[in-house]
């Protein structure tokens, strides 16, 4: 083999070289969040009582004492804990076990009541590829999904809750009346949600109690959040 030929191999190389590395991390990365949201999705046949209607919350506290409540919406795939930590980006890189994870986890904002006393509160979740996570509050924006599928539940140690949805919209990340926490009131937070609202219900706005919004990313824009409004309702 000539010099000439020599180094144009060694050119090769050093081309090819990066190009591999990163296809095999692609690789890797998208096994290690395929297992990740495996283990997302099992942890419920773990800790829900035999009935299938209680959690064990003292369980789970072992594992996570952050982890505040659980949500469940039968016949989707939503039935995660929720954890709040003391800023709202920890469990968008962590799992209920506080391994790093890039499916992240669920998580109720670090403003709102852990006991889910206030009269507004906010859970975000990452949306992932094949329904995981929080990829099934988009579907909502299906009247039809939206209808079969239009009660879930909130578990909490102090009691339990029912959230009848109400709408769906898609709204802005830096939407001050729904994101600004420390500074809203209920109801513009509701009225600005029904003003982006694709898919809602007939309900009376004076006659609301506390809501639960779930918040995730859409698939339209980058900074565009599809949201899912409920009523809460103690059992």
Not at 87 to 108: R, S
Request: with cysteine; glycine share 6%.
């Amino acid at each position: 083999m000539s010099r000439i030929d020599r180094l144009f191999t060694e050119a090769l190389k050093l081309l090819f070289l990066p190009i591999l590395l990163i296809a095999v991390y692609g690789i890797y990365d998208a096994f290690s969040i395929e297992m990740e949201a495996i283990r997302a999705k099992d942890v419920a046949k773990e800790y829900f009582t035999d009935s299938g209607d209680a959690v064990d919350f003292e369980k789970l506290k072992e594992k996570n004492p952050e982890i505040v409540a659980w949500l469940k919406i039968p016949d989707t795939n939503i039935n995660y804990p929720i954890m709040q930590s003391r800023d709202n980006k920890f469990y968008l890189t962590h799992d209920f076990e506080k391994n790093f994870a890039t499916v992240g986890g669920i998580f109720l904002d670090y403003r709102n009541d852990a006991g889910f006393q206030d009269e507004y509160a906010v859970i975000y979740g990452h949306r992932m590829s094949k329904g995981r996570m929080f990829s099934d509050v988009g579907e909502y924006a299906n009247k039809e999904y939206f209808a079969n599928h239009s009660v879930g539940m909130l578990y909490t140690p102090s009691g339990n809750y029912e959230l009848r949805f109400i709408a769906f919209a898609s709204v802005y990340g830096d939407t001050g009346e729904i994101y600004n926490i420390g500074a809203f009131r209920e109801e513009e937070a509701v009225r600005k949600i029904m003003e982006n609202a694709k898919v809602k219900t007939d309900f009376d706005p004076a006659n609301l109690g506390d809501v639960v919004l779930l918040s995730t990313c859409s698939t339209e824009e980058l900074m565009l959040r599809d949201v899912l409004l409920a009523e809460k309702v103690k059992l």
